[in-house]
């Protein structure tokens, strides 16, 4: 079967019907958009990322091969898959986490093509580690969706184990917002571009203890500038004197509204520095952010948060009105090296 690009090394003997090609210009993202939409909306689920955000992430994204690190899979000219291999060190643990991400459309399902995107996900992992050894230890990682069953048992029988769930939240109105104020000589104020480094510097050193954080680049800090996410204007940023304590980043996804009619908000990057945690300083803040959300037109607001989340979070957002919506398992295996020339089968 037809390989386009032999640095996949992909075996497709046994899927006949299929071929899988490289990333083949920015026509490629628009094409990736619109197949995760509509694989969303067959089954189900909430996804409405626009082109322009999508290569916004691939072409930002540090480490990352566009013609090397994703590839596709058409059936007769149609794109119908893909596979992606990011790359990220750990900043609590000696780990290289390579972060594999594939999807195939429900008419081409139980082919053999998602084991196979797997495979070939791992084998670049692979070929990144003997390129560039980290020395510290590689792990493979993949999220998967619960609600899609099929994939869970795919991913468990590959030998991947559940490391970690995440759960996705919505407040479904924007009504009964408490009004909360913030501990004496604690203000928020209006963001300005001044500002913009030290609150960023703020939210990293915030998140510094969680679980799978990576030492943010000055890259990633212009990526994050330049993304639609971007939206100062609806943040509450806490200070006392010069110091940033807390914060919440809101923002809203436009083309996500525009495609499912939500009126959503998102109140995401709560946070606290541990000097002034547990004085009620994020539930102000949140409360602020759902008001801001809601003078802006927004009927509804959601957030992503570890369901381990060492700070509470978790119970925090229950009792500010959000809702668990559904869940995402993080995966993860040791990468090893293969032995045998079965993988791609």
């Not at 992606?84 to 139980?110: C, K, M, N, W």
């Not at 769930?165 to 109105?173: C, E, G, K, L, T």
């Not at 009964?176 to 300005?192: F, K, S, W």
Request: proline share 5%; net charge negative; glycine share 8%.
């Amino acid at each position: 079967m037809e390989n386009t690009d032999p640095t996949l090394t992909i075996n497709l003997s046994q899927i006949p019907g299929f071929s899988f090609r490289p990333f083949s210009g920015v026509e490629d993202y628009a094409r990736l958009a619109a197949l995760r939409t509509e694989i969303s909306d067959l089954d189900k689920e909430e996804y409405g990322a626009n082109a322009a955000q999508v290569q916004h992430v691939y072409e930002t994204q540090e480490r990352f091969d566009v013609q090397r690190d994703l590839f596709f899979v058409e059936q007769q000219g149609r794109l119908v898959g893909y596979g992606r291999v990011f790359i990220y060190d750990e900043a609590l643990q000696p780990r290289r986490i390579f972060s594999l991400q594939g999807i195939t459309h429900p008419a081409v399902r139980g082919k053999g093509l998602g084991r196979a995107i797997i495979r070939a996900n791992e084998r670049r992992a692979r070929q990144i580690e003997m390129e560039s050894p980290s020395g510290r230890d590689a792990i493979l990682q993949i999220f998967a969706v619960v609600t899609r069953p099929g994939s869970i048992a795919l991913i468990e029988s590959e030998g991947y184990h559940h490391a970690r769930s995440f759960f996705m939240m919505v407040r479904p109105d924007l009504d009964n917002i408490p009004d909360l104020a913030l501990p004496e000589g604690i203000e928020t104020r209006p963001v300005l571009p001044e500002h913009y480094r030290q609150i960023w510097d703020a939210s990293n050193d915030a998140f510094r203890d969680h679980w799978g954080y990576a030492e943010p680049t000055e890259a990633m800090y212009q990526a994050y500038l330049t993304s639609d996410d971007f939206q100062p204007e609806l943040w509450q940023v806490a200070w006392q004197g010069d110091e940033v304590v807390g914060m919440v980043r809101s923002y809203i996804n436009r083309s996500e509204n525009e495609h499912f009619g939500f009126g959503r908000g998102w109140t995401e990057d709560i946070c606290v520095r541990k000097p002034w945690r547990g004085k009620g300083i994020a539930r102000t803040l949140i409360a602020r952010s759902l008001q801001t959300l809601k003078d802006h037109g927004m009927r509804q607001a959601a957030l992503g948060v570890d369901s381990e989340n060492p700070t509470g979070a978790l119970h925090l957002y229950e009792s500010m009105g959000y809702q668990v919506a559904h869940e995402d398992r993080v995966y993860q295996k040791p990468l090893q090296a293969r032995t045998s020339g079965a993988e791609e089968q």
